[in-house]
């Protein structure tokens, strides 16, 4: 029996290629996209704890302004920095999602020369299939004429 040879391996291979590549760019971008967000998560739990620590100044029995006046600028920082980090995560999530769509058409471009490739095996498998029912045949033929001959 003959051998398959799909004669597109080779571009089925680049597409297998490609398709790893992206993967790991996806990764790598989701990767830092969850570390820009551990950030951000991190600035909002400090904020949170600043917003809790200026509550607790304000129910001392004294009243110590410089105290009160550095929690709020310190307040205000974080809302400065969790609006950049914001701004960041932004940028990281249309990063991700730009390269999940290279990924999708990827994975699609793999997929395509891998369903022709089983069309192509199919087909093969049909030709054999017809090629071996020919010699059958002929081989019928052949020795039903050697029986008429030793016959006749």
């Not at 006046?69 to 920082?77: E, G, I, K, S, V």
């Not at 994975?107 to 395509?112: I, T």
Request: glycine residues 2%; charged residues 35%.
């Amino acid at each position: 029996m003959a051998r398959f040879n799909y004669r597109m391996q080779n571009i089925l291979n680049i597409k297998q290629k490609t398709e790893g590549q992206v993967k790991m760019e996806f990764a790598a971008a989701q990767s830092e996209l969850n570390k820009q967000l551990d950030i951000l998560d991190e600035y909002i739990y400090r904020r949170a704890n600043y917003l809790k620590e200026a509550e607790e100044l304000r129910n001392e029995d004294s009243l110590r302004l410089q105290d009160i006046l550095d929690n709020q600028y310190a307040t205000a920082q974080m809302d400065v920095m969790i609006a950049s980090q914001a701004k960041v995560v932004k940028k990281h999530e249309a990063e991700v999602e730009k390269v999940r769509v290279k990924l999708a058409r990827a994975m699609q471009e793999r997929k395509m020369q891998e369903t022709l490739r089983d069309r192509a095996y199919a087909e093969f498998v049909e030709e054999q299939k017809q090629e071996e029912a020919k010699e059958n045949d002929q081989r019928t033929s052949f020795t039903y004429g050697q029986k008429r001959q030793e016959n006749g």
